[in-house]
């Protein structure tokens, strides 16, 4: 009987600090933050159009009077194109339209480029809203020479960087160098580099 009572007594007491205590309450798991939603990449496929404004230079050499440096001027044009991209990847065409002012040569004035063509291969890398990318393409720059006209065309190439200011209106700065020959059919040729820094503004669809 003795033992009995104080097994009892040793569970009572064992029990009491539970039973004091009340319920035990387990707290709840807490609740996992929701983590933001990533930023959207900005994609560069489809067609464009805009519009460029620059700096120009050029320098011809002629195989009978040597090699003249001319005054820097401007060049103001208009280009459409289409890109394609897959991941960091974007490539495609474009076709460009300038119009040279003030580049000339000081000992003559009347020597001067009148406008420029260029048919463009581009390939580049994007993070996100800016694209770098390089260029590759032929060029068709006629220069007229006080009347005479020569049908000078070449090479182009060039390095380029957009940002995308929203999903369709992006802006950028491309430099462009064209290695040009041609001659005016009367015997005389000449080599010429024509060189252009364009600040460019363009729509995307």
């Not at 707290?27 to 120009?56: N, R």
């Not at 590759?136 to 957009?162: C, E, M, N, Q, R």
Request: glycine share 14%; proline share 4%.
């Amino acid at each position: 009987m003795k033992t009995l009572t104080l097994a009892a007594a040793i569970l009572a007491g064992l029990a009491a600090p539970s039973l004091a205590g009340g319920p035990t309450v387990v707290d709840a798991d807490p609740v996992p933050a929701v983590a933001p939603a990533p930023v959207a990449a900005h994609d560069w496929s489809g067609a464009y159009v805009g519009l460029s404004y620059g700096w120009a230079d050029a320098q011809n050499t002629y195989n009978t009077t040597g090699t003249f440096e001319f005054d820097e001027g401007s060049s103001t044009g208009i280009y459409a194109g289409y890109l394609m991209q897959s991941g960091n990847l974007v490539y495609g065409g474009e076709l460009a339209f300038g119009k040279i002012r003030d580049v000339i040569d000081p000992s003559y004035p009347f020597s001067q480029y009148d406008r420029v063509v260029d048919l463009k291969a581009r390939l580049g890398f994007a993070a996100n809203r800016v694209l770098f990318y390089g260029v590759l393409g032929y060029s068709d720059a006629p220069f007229d020479d006080s009347g005479v006209g020569y049908d000078t065309k070449g090479l182009v190439t060039g390095l380029g960087a957009d940002f995308a200011v929203s999903q369709r209106v992006t802006m950028g700065l491309e430099y462009l160098h064209r290695d040009l020959s041609g001659d005016n059919g009367l015997g005389t040729s000449l080599d010429s580099s024509l060189d252009t820094v364009s600040l460019r503004v363009g729509l995307s669809f």
